[in-house]
Each structure stands twice: as structure tokens, then as C-alpha cells.
């Protein structure tokens, strides 16, 4: 897997955005110990957005993206919870442990609300 730079020029807003809002959630660019955060969902859900500890960190499709830094979770319990209207939101703790697995994968079925 090759690594992303964060600093190219066309990238350096949205990425510096990212990167103060994962510091807030207690989250980074994939560097260190810890664990990366994937979210999944079905396609039509890409646009669900992601919270992390209580924090927006994005959305599912945005985090995907090849040219976005990964997210990293730092050693510890966090809550992880994706949201999209007319949905019913899921919510799951996840413990991420230092030298564990390298990768915490959320397979987030986003159901219909039939309200």
C-alpha cells in the first residue's frame, strides 16, 4: 500500500479542514500506533455522514477516496456513528487496541426509516 501525501497543493485545504476536525475527535492521518477507521455502506448510502466520538469527521464516500488521508484511531474505545436522513443511523463502539489489527472496518447497513 503506498502512502498519501497530504501536503499537494490542489489537496492542502480540504486535508488541513480534516485534519483539525479528526484532532478535535480524537482521531489522525494514518501515521503511528493505532488502527484505520473503514466505514462501508451500500452505494446509495455514500453520501451518509460519519461522527466519530460525537464529532463530524465526513462523509462515507469522501473518507473512501483514494486522494483523502485515512483515518486513524488512536488506542482506546470510540464511538463511531453514521448518519443519513430518512435512515435509521447506526452506532457502534469500537475498541482499538495498540499493536492490534492495523485496520477497524464498520460495515454500516444504513436501513429505511418508514416514517
Not at 58 to 86: N, T
Request: glycine share 8%; charged share 25%; net charge neutral.
Amino acid at each position: 500500500m503506498r502512502s498519501r501525501s497530504v501536503c499537494s497543493e490542489r489537496l492542502w485545504p480540504a486535508a488541513s479542514v480534516l485534519v483539525a476536525v479528526l484532532a478535535v475527535a480524537g482521531c489522525r492521518p494514518a501515521t503511528g500506533p493505532g488502527a484505520t477507521l473503514q466505514v462501508t455502506t451500500a452505494p446509495e448510502d455514500g453520501d451518509a455522514d460519519v461522527y466519530i466520538d460525537g464529532n463530524y469527521v465526513g462523509r462515507v464516500a469522501d473518507l473512501a477516496r483514494e486522494d483523502m488521508p485515512k483515518l486513524q484511531l488512536a488506542p482506546g474505545s470510540h464511538r463511531v456513528e453514521v448518519r443519513k436522513p430518512g435512515r435509521f443511523p447506526v452506532q457502534r463502539t469500537v475498541r482499538v487496541v495498540a499493536g492490534g489489527p492495523a485496520t477497524v472496518t464498520l460495515d454500516a447497513e444504513l436501513l429505511e426509516d418508514p416514517q
